[in-house]
């Protein structure tokens, strides 16, 4: 039987969950197991942001082993290979059939305010309702972000963000400019290359990792090395972890390298990062030997640390060579002219923003960044949910969600019983969240 949809418009509830993404079910899948009231409320449909904002070609770089989200663990016959978009978002939904949440699609908070005596007041599209707690799990990543100089493309350039591009298809024949490479960048870049598209690169700054070393995947040797479960605490300086950009590599056909300098050596042209537009050049910064050293020193040094490892436990494993750089950058172009590259588009593969404006509420530092620990915000009641690095590496994705998630249904469940005993919220019962099984 379909469970009926939750009440919002004059309700109230004891929790409100924002966002019915991964972060937003986990929660809801722990603050059920507490007997917790509570809805979840989600703009569009669950499994959203990667049916509607990934390219056809997309699938996870992270194992599926690794996908644990509270009582649903992957359970396929493939753990260490890499769902593509359609089975993440299959995962979602399975996950809903599973435990039913209280879940009302199609909805979205507007505003949230809370009021004198702290009970939070949420405007929604389908009316407003009120709620003791809530958990803002609306996702890491909010609003497209471009470069001021996207305006100075010319306007018969066509121009997507990583979030609207596709496939190859899509984009006008010609070849493209593909400016970044974090993970979407260097992805997307392949999915062109592979497709026979001449594509420009602007490199970035951002690491590599090997796909595989020594006979496993390198994210089996992190993840043995403790690697996931080193929290932020652990950091001297949180904010920069927190700003880093994610090693590229990719799970496509099984999972492998990406290697820009390959990708080079068979006709992709490379540029350092791009640093302006005028008129109808393009302006590139002198890094490009540097990005490509940087990005392979890396994914060697994490081979360092992998040796290390081996050797320090005596585990048996094959021995491996060490990367080879198959291409080098010579006298680099420092600008192209787009006409005479042939550029019909642009693909920007340069991040996103967080957008919070809705939440009326001072729990934001002086960045717009939530102040929190482990989510609990600084506001008695106001948590967040899926935020990178909220706790550990894992936290704004598949692999540790669920534990950030188990956290803050316990500490919700403790604020609310002894809400029960005081008579009001009073913020971080750490004592007796600290009692609860949430470790
Ligand atoms: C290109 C890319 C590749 C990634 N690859 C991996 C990977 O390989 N492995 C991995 O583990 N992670 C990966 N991630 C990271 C992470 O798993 C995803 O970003 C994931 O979508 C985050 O889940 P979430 O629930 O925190 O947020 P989201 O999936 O963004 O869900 C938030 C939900 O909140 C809803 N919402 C937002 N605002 C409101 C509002 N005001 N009212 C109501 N609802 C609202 C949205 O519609 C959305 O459905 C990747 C991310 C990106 C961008």
Not at 56 to 68: G, I, K, M, Y
Not at 107 to 127: D, I
Not at 167 to 172: A, I
Request: charged residues 25%.
């Amino acid at each position: 039987m379909t469970p009926a949809v939750p009440r919002l418009g004059g309700a109230h509830h004891a929790v409100a969950v924002i966002g019915g993404g991964q972060a937003g079910l986990s929660v809801s899948h722990g603050l059920r197991a507490r007997g917790v009231d509570h809805v979840v409320i989600e703009a569009h449909r669950v499994g959203h942001e990667w049916r509607e904002r990934r390219w056809d070609s997309f699938c996870l770089v992270t194992p599926n082993w690794q996908c644990r989200l509270p009582g649903h663990p992957y359970r396929g016959n493939d753990p260490d290979g890499f769902m593509v978009r359609d089975e993440v978002v299959r995962y979602l939904e399975e996950y809903v059939a599973a435990f039913r949440p209280p879940l009302v699609e199609g909805v979205s908070v507007t505003r949230l305010r809370r009021s004198a005596s702290g009970v939070f007041e949420l405007t929604t599209t389908a009316g407003e309702f009120t709620a003791d707690q809530v958990v803002v799990a609306t996702g890491p990543y909010h609003t497209p972000k471009l470069p001021r100089m996207a305006e100075r493309l010319p306007a018969a350039v066509e121009q997507v963000h990583s979030s609207d591009y596709r496939n190859p298809d899509r984009l006008p024949d010609g070849a493209v400019l593909v400016v970044g490479t974090g993970q979407s960048g260097c992805q997307i870049a392949e999915d062109l290359h592979l497709a026979g598209r001449q594509v420009h690169l602007a490199v970035g700054s951002a690491p590599r990792v090997a796909r595989f070393y020594r006979g496993r995947d390198c994210v089996a040797w992190l993840d043995d090395m403790g690697h996931y479960r080193k929290s932020i605490d652990d950091f001297d300086d949180a904010d920069a972890v927190r700003l880093r950009v994610n090693h590229y590599v990719t799970g496509r056909d099984g999972g492998r390298d990406i290697d820009l300098r390959a990708f080079a050596r068979d006709g992709m042209r490379l540029y350092g990062r791009l640093t302006g537009i005028e008129g109808p050049a393009l302006e590139f910064a002198d890094d490009l030997a540097t990005n490509l050293d940087h990005a392979d020193a890396v994914a060697e040094g994490i081979k360092d640390a992998i040796d290390a490892h081996i050797e320090a436990h005596g585990i048996e494993a094959p021995e491996e060579a060490r990367y080879r750089p198959v291409w080098q950058p010579g006298e680099q172009p420092r600008t192209l002219d787009l006409a005479a590259a042939g550029i019909t588009s642009v693909v920007w593969a340069t991040g996103f923003t967080r957008d919070h404006r809705w939440i009326e509420i001072p729990a934001f530092d002086g960045r717009g960044y939530p102040m929190h620990w482990r989510g609990v915000s600084s506001v008695p009641g106001l948590y967040f949910l899926g935020l990178p690095w909220q706790f550990t590496w894992g936290s704004g994705r598949l692999e540790a969600v669920g534990r950030d998630a188990e956290f803050l249904a316990g500490h919700i469940d403790a604020s609310r019983r002894l809400a029960d005993v005081c008579g009001t919220l009073t913020g971080a019962p750490s004592e007796l969240a600290s009692a609860l099984p949430i470790g």
